[in-house]
């Protein structure tokens, strides 16, 4: 990086890194919530990413994102999930950043909806491809759905950070 | 931001809403349809991309299937009270495991590393 960056955001995004990294792993601690569904959850860790899109510049974000999915490797128990979420993180991280423009905090929720959505695309198109079949297809109806539901309320969530922050001044 | 931006900005934030929801309402009809309970009584087990088993359910009693994958790990499969699940894997996702006994056409019991498939045969 030729410009450097300044230690007060570099800890924030560590800070960042770490709290979605341990959301993640809470998160991979309860069991799925519709087991049926092989891939579907609920994304706590899509908290962090919404708010980092909108605190940071994208390259700081996408920094962010590429952290807690390279860390959660070394922790998974379940490789082929992982591989899938990252495509998905891809997926929806892409998305994000290229919608940020044209919302505002107030619209966090749709751009969270939106980026979870792109993730479960993402997901499936990885099983599909991995696959070598269009079988895990079937499973992107429920998934987006779930989506959508999770979706809007991590970004609920990830508006709520935002407000709170500036409210105190962090 | 004034007046002649907001305008367009407020269309585009519309049209993604209105994006969402077709994606969502979509979705719902399609998952209905998709995990509806199959009719279908005879299942087929698939390892490898060969079909190794074909059994029908209501006149099968109670057993203990031991796959052998062919990456040499292992999938046990059940079948019990006509239903049929996967009760162990080799392999570390248990995806198939946790996915339950097996119920609609259109989702298969699969698990991707040992490249099993458990699936209800293609009515005629």
Not at chain 1, 52 to 67: E, G, I, M, Q
Not at chain 1, 91 to 112: D, E, H, N, Y
Not at chain 2, 40 to 54: K, P
Request: proline share 7%.
């Amino acid at each position: 990086m030729a410009k450097k960056t300044p230690i007060r955001e570099l800890t924030r995004l560590s800070l960042l890194t770490a709290v979605a990294l341990i959301l993640w792993v809470v998160e991979e601690a309860f069991p799925p919530p519709v087991p049926a569904i092989p891939g579907l959850k609920l994304g706590l860790s899509n908290v962090v990413t919404v708010y980092a899109v909108f605190a940071f510049s994208p390259a700081k974000a996408a920094l962010l994102v590429t952290a807690r999915v390279l860390l959660s490797a070394l922790i998974s128990a379940n490789p082929s999930a992982l591989l899938y979420s990252a495509c998905g993180s891809v997926f929806c991280l892409a998305g994000m950043l290229s919608l940020r423009k044209i919302l505002t905090v107030k619209q966090m929720p749709l751009l969270s909806v939106l980026g979870a959505l792109l993730f479960q695309c993402g997901q499936v198109l990885c099983a599909a491809l991995t696959a070598g079949s269009f079988a895990p297809v079937v499973y992107l109806p429920p998934l987006l759905l779930w989506g959508a539901l999770a979706g809007l309320v991590t970004g609920i969530c990830a508006r709520a950070v935002v407000h709170f922050t500036e409210k105190n001044r962090l | 931001m004034n007046e002649g931006q907001e305008q367009p900005r407020r269309r585009k934030i519309a049209l993604l809403w209105g994006i969402v929801g077709i994606v969502a309402a979509v979705s719902a009809v399609l998952t209905l349809l998709l995990s509806r309970k199959s009719a279908e009584t005879v299942v087929e087990i698939e390892s490898g991309g060969e079909v190794l088993y074909t059994i029908d359910l209501r006149q099968t009693p109670d057993t203990r299937l031991n796959i052998p994958a062919p990456n040499g790990s292992y999938n046990i499969v059940c079948v019990e009270d006509g239903e049929i699940f996967v009760s162990e894997a080799g392999c570390p996702d248990k995806t198939c495991v946790r996915m339950g006994p097996l119920r609609a056409d259109a989702m298969p019991i699969v698990c991707l590393p040992n490249r099993l498939v458990v699936r209800f045969q293609k009515g005629d």
